[in-house]
């Protein structure tokens, strides 16, 4: 059992869990990802490492309410328990003094690119990041961004806060405006992600995506997570989840994660006819007897 020791709410449907976890938060890198259950016919699902403290040996994750189990996450509160949380999985991200980073988050997306930029900008790196979101009230750790970017932008699709527009017409500027960039880092939505490599290939500007693909078990069993790179089929759990974005084929990665969508509609809709109920911690029961 996996004890929750902080809930915070960032946007609308958009929340932080702090999560005592000290065997993960001690071997914990930046880019690597945990599976969690909320109880014991839970489903599996995978979420990125927000942030990892190992002398609190708590680890933090972000997650945004989209379907079922996600919706019966943000349902807990702090002090409630989860059944599994195994990690870290995956490979770290390549930290390193590439020279001039820029990082592209859209969305939730934001949660994933803040420890890498972070750790980026560590290793000496000049950063400059874009956060995009459909509108200001979904923007999320904007200050955090900020504190550790070179040059910061924001763009909105609806234009409520920064720029109007989406991402890449920002780094299309840059990249035509003759600023210097030895590597992007695109984390958000998988067609944010492909266009953000569109606009760099033309370039050769070495472009890093995060891979959140369908995953069950997260140890390269299940094979749900695969997806093919450079002609090749890879495994996001155990062979990323990042990989080079201009060698991925997003079109086969967009189809297969809608393989579930009619499922996850109806497991949604009879959750929802149920009510939704806040899941009962058993530990937590047990330890009130």
Do not use: W
């Not at 590597?183 to 760099?200: L, Y």
Request: proline share 3%; charged share 30%.
């Amino acid at each position: 059992m996996f004890k929750i020791l902080d809930k915070k709410k960032l946007a609308p449907s958009t929340f932080c869990f702090e999560i005592e976890a000290p065997g993960i938060a001690r071997k914990a890198k930046e880019g690597q990802f945990v599976i969690l259950r909320i109880d014991e016919l839970g489903e599996r699902i995978p979420l990125t490492l927000f942030d990892f403290n190992e002398e609190k040996g708590a680890i933090s994750l972000i997650f945004q309410e989209l379907g079922k189990t996600t919706r019966q996450l943000a349902l807990l509160s702090k002090g409630d328990f989860l059944a599994d949380v195994v990690g870290p999985l995956g490979k770290p991200s390549e930290i390193e003094n590439f020279g001039t980073i820029v990082c592209v988050a859209g969305g939730v997306g934001a949660a994933v690119i803040l420890p890498v930029a972070r750790a980026l900008k560590k290793a000496g790196n000049r950063v400059t990041t874009i956060l995009g979101s459909r509108n200001k009230e979904l923007l999320i750790l904007e200050d955090e961004i900020r504190l550790v970017s070179d040059k910061f932008f924001i763009t909105t699709d609806d234009g409520s806060k920064g720029r109007h527009g989406v991402v890449t017409d920002v780094l299309k500027e840059l990249i035509e405006g003759g600023q210097e960039i030895n590597r992007v880092v695109a984390i958000g939505p998988v067609i944010m992600m492909k266009f953000v490599c569109k606009t760099t290939e033309p370039h050769k500007i070495k472009t890093v995506v995060s891979l959140n693909s369908i995953m069950v078990d997260g140890t390269g069993m299940c094979g749900s997570c695969r997806v093919t790179v450079g002609g090749e089929t890879k495994f996001c759990c155990v062979d990323g989840p990042e990989f080079d974005g201009h060698l991925v084929d997003f079109d086969e990665l967009m189809n297969r994660q809608k393989i579930y969508l009619e499922e996850e509609k109806v497991s949604l809709k009879e959750y929802e006819t149920k009510g939704l109920k806040k899941v009962k911690c058993r530990c937590k029961a047990e330890r009130e007897k």
